[in-house]
Structure formats: structure tokens, C-alpha cells
């Protein structure tokens, strides 16, 4: 029979491939974040600049599937939680994408 410390271990193991654990951790975080800021001092708005450098640092963390840090940041910046049109993005940056084929 399986100890009360083997279960626990077994359950950590399988939260932590699942993702589970790291999702809930990344809660626990944004939620000590929000419950730690104060609503007394208003943040200062988010400006267009800020929102298209937010946008660009949330596609980074999500292109390298740092998605509980993403989630962090949404919650504590104030970005939408709906990402920008990446077509937007390309236009207000006065960017280009890179073809499939790598030809530009």
C-alpha cells in the first residue's frame, strides 16, 4: 500500500506534466499581485506606445510558451486580455512579416 507521501508525490509529478501546477501557481501570483496593489494610487493610463510594447513582450512570452508569466502580465498591466490583431500590430509598428518562404 501506496504511503500518504508517495500519493503526494505521485500527484505533484502528474499537476506538473499535466501544466496544471504551473497554471496554478501563475493564478496564485497574479492574485497576490492584484490583492497587493493599491487602489488608492491610480495606475497612469495605458498609452498607445505602452499598449503596443506590452503587446509585443505578451507575443515573446507566449511564442516561448511562457504563458503563466503572460498571464502575470495581462493581470498586472492592465492589457486587454484579448491579444491585438497581429495585422495591427505589423501596421502601427510600420513593420512587415516574413513570408513563409522566407522572402520578403
Known amino acids: ?3 500518504v507521501a508517495e500519493l503526494k ?9 499535466k501544466g496544471v ?3 496554478l501557481k501563475a493564478r496564485i501570483r497574479a492574485e497576490v499581485f492584484n490583492a497587493l496593489d493599491d487602489d488608492r494610487e491610480p495606475r497612469p493610463s495605458l498609452s498607445h506606445e505602452n499598449l503596443l510594447i506590452n503587446e509585443l513582450i505578451r507575443e515573446y512570452l507566449e511564442f ?3 504563458k503563466y508569466t503572460a498571464s502575470v502580465l495581462i493581470a498586472e498591466s492592465g492589457q486587454p486580455v484579448v491579444p ?3 495585422q495591427f500590430l505589423i501596421h502601427e509598428l510600420n513593420a512587415f512579416e516574413e513570408s513563409k ?3 520578403i
Do not use: C, I, P, S
Open 1 to 3: 500500500m501506496a504511503t
Open 64 to 66: 516561448n510558451k511562457y
Open 84 to 86: 491585438l490583431d497581429r
Open 9 to 17: 508525490a505521485v500527484l505533484k509529478d502528474t499537476l506538473e506534466k
Open 21 to 23: 501546477l504551473g497554471h
Open 101 to 103: 518562404d522566407n522572402t
